[in-house]
């Protein structure tokens, strides 16, 4: 077997790692579109890899660099992400092998190795005997509100459903939201423009918030007649965070309110509370940490610490 990068491969080879894409759910073109797009600040780092059995791409794993922010200041992290092996032939070590040749190119450039998964997936357990340890999982809670109530003197905020335009407004906003924050930051340059050109967000499902016409913060939410999902909620200057609650729940009125996977809802866990959300402390999503010696527990310990810091910035949009 071979583990090989993107330029190695083959016309048909390219092919066969949309047959992997898409054995996943992903569609066929991403590997592709990915590749397209190493020239854009936020892929430029993206460094695939495959691997390449009697002649086909049987297994890939992603990665990209990206900052961890703590007090000892910003250090270059590596995101791991799109692991797949095809499903003819797993358990054969491919993913690890894969996931060996990912950590032996990049050691000792970056101080340790994050990625997504599940803990009910069985690659949990894959990652775990690699040395991978959970270090987050976000925290979610659901309120259903009552209707809208009679509105009384007008309020002085709004909010606007974002245009495409708007992916440098909500780049500085998300900036400004993460001053003496903490954490897996800051996001990459240009991610939000990259998302609304790959489609894997749309500009209508952000909600700029504005005080009189001036923005200052911003929502990821998506709302139908039952319910509002709301993933993201960054506000500029913290004192606004309260106000930004309020306008949610007068927008999500009479609807069942779902908020989860973004700081917030720890910047204002006694509100939360107070109003009587009900809160899960994780969820099934959970973001695993090794460091370049898995072996020393004070750097686990260390990046644990940050993901409990009351500084902590962390939203969906930051996933990879
Ligand atoms: C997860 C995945 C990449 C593993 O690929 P693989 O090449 O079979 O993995 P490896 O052979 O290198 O490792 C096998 C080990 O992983 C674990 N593992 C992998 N799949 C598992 C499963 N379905 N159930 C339980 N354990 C599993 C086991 O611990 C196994 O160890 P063992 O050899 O002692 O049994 C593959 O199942 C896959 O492509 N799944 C779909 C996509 C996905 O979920 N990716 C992970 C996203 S975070």
Known sequence: MRIVAWDELAARGRVEVGLLDWSDGDPPT???????LRSDLRYRTYRPLF?????????????????????????TVLGICDVVTAPTELGRGIAHRLLDEVHRRNHPRVRGYFLWTRRSWGAHRLYERMGYRDVYSPEVLVRRLPARRAPGRPAPLRLRAA?????????QL??????????????PAGSFETRFRLGSRRPHDYQ??????????YLWARRDERQVMCEEIVVAERSDQPRCLEELERWAAGRLLAVGTTSFVRDQADRFRARGYLRLPGSHRVLMFRGLRPDDPGELRRVRRIFRDPRLSAHEGDRF
């Not at 991403?30 to 397209?36: D, G, H, K, N």
């Not at 900036?175 to 954490?183: E, K």
């Not at 700029?208 to 913060?217: A, C, S, T, Y």
């Open 30 to 36: 991403w590997a592709e579109r990915l590749a397209a």
């Open 51 to 75: 691997a390449v059995d009697r002649g086909r791409v049987v297994g890939r794993v992603g990665a990209l660099d990206l900052k961890f922010r703590s007090d000892d200041g910003d250090a």
């Open 208 to 217: 700029i918030l504005e005080r009189r016409g001036k923005p200052i913060g």
């Open 163 to 171: 245009r495409r335009a708007d992916h440098a407004l909500l780049e």
């Open 174 to 187: 998300l900036a400004r939201s993460t001053l003496g924050r903490v954490g897996i930051l800051p996001r």
